[in-house]
């Protein structure tokens, strides 16, 4: 019995000490925190920067200032690219590097893209976090722009307003 005993109470001490042990980052916490505590209701695309396909065309057209930031990986950018001046080109998986941040313009909106719009969300609230204030997602990607647009006129240059 004692030994059954012993046994049971060495398995269960190594399991507990071999189980790692997890915590979160207090300061990463306070930070989305803040971020996202406006985030309710109907304002929530609004507070997490959510923009709808027709607003970003809206704004091509309108020829405001802004930058374009796809994080879609080589392949799906070959396949079907964004042509619009001052596209960055940058998969999510290489954003974070410090040369590529230093690419990011602060002084203009920026626009992050992806295929569906999921990659995208999570780009532009990690750009949020660290201080790129400036930063929205379009929602739903690439595939909500061509739904929006169609396909004819989103292989078609957009025409801009004359100014």
Known sequence: MYKKFLCA???AATLALSTPVWSYDEAAAETYKSMFSHAKGAAVGKRIHLL????FIDGVKG???MAVVDVRTPAEMGVMGMALPETLNIPLNELFEKANLDRIPTDKPVFVFCQSG????AAGTALRAIGFDNVWVVKGGIKALIAYMGPKQVNSPLK???K
């Open 118 to 121: 999921i990659r995208s969300v």
């Open 52 to 55: 709808p396909p027709e607003k």
């Open 9 to 11: 109470t060495l398995t």
């Open 63 to 65: 020829n405001k200032p």
């Open 160 to 162: 801009k307003a004359a």
